[in-house]
């Protein structure tokens, strides 16, 4: 079985300071990793993942993450955020073995952006 | 490309009556759609997985008489909420994988905003 756990609820920052969201995984198989956004009464888009390969990932609107495969973590970062980041952040997992695996998401971090 | 859409985007209805949620992929072909539910502040929890052609997979705890899965083609799933109560009030989000989509991403629709009365 696969966990996520997201230590941030809430992540305020002043407008183009940079922003680390932190995520850490758990999980006794390999796994793909996911960033997913969602907009105020909105559905998840997709940020970025991970699947193989290079580490770092970078996605759209400037966002990138790195797998840290020993520390367990795929943090999301960017270097200079903008009002219209404000949006709720979700990390996820799911079970590389599988060609359709469920996806298993962590409780979520809102980030707040102030002028 | 992996466009998922959802009808409706919101739903008002009495207690006691049954709700359908459609979940369509646009531009590929679904061979397994998630369903999930998100209460107010929190995140998504997976309901049931369902594969094109065969019956869905519940999570533990969603009741499957209460909560009608069909998949019945590639590109179509339904969710009925039957006899539906206030505490069924929630936004549901279903999700599509499939073929040509690589390393089992999973493309979300805009969801389905339910309110009963």
């Known amino acids: 079985a696969q966990s996520v756990t997201q230590l941030d609820s809430q992540v305020p920052v002043f407008e183009e300071a940079p922003v680390e969201l932190r995520c850490n995984y758990s999980s006794s198989v390999s796994v793909y990793l996911f960033w997913y956004v969602q907009y105020p009464n909105q559905g998840l888009q997709l940020l970025l993942k991970y699947l193989s390969g290079s580490t770092l990932v970078k996605g759209i609107n400037g966002f990138e993450a790195e797998f840290n495969k020993s520390q367990t973590s795929f943090h999301l970062r960017k270097p200079s955020v903008h009002i219209s980041d404000t949006a709720e952040y979700f990390c996820?997992?799911?079970?590389?073995?599988?060609?359709?695996?469920?996806?298993?998401f962590g409780s979520g971090t809102r980030l707040s952006i102030r002028p | 490309g992996a466009v998922v859409s959802q009808h409706p985007s919101w739903v008002i209805c009495k207690s006691g009556t049954s709700v359908k949620i459609e979940c369509r992929s646009l531009d590929f072909q679904a061979t397994t759609m998630f369903w999930y539910r998100q209460f107010p502040k929190q995140s998504l929890m997976l309901m049931a997985t369902s594969n094109e052609g065969s019956k869905a997979t519940y999570e533990q705890g969603v009741e499957k008489d209460k909560f009608l899965i069909n998949h019945a083609s590639l590109t179509l799933s339904t969710l009925t909420v039957t006899s539906a109560h206030p505490e069924d009030s929630s936004f549901y989000i279903c999700?599509?994988?499939?073929?040509?989509?690589?390393?089992?991403?999973?493309?979300f629709g805009p969801g389905t905003r339910l309110l009963v009365l």
């Open positions: 999700s599509a994988s499939g073929l040509g989509l690589a390393g089992s991403t999973q493309y």
């Open positions: 996820a997992v799911s079970d590389r073995r599988a060609s359709a695996s469920k996806i298993i």
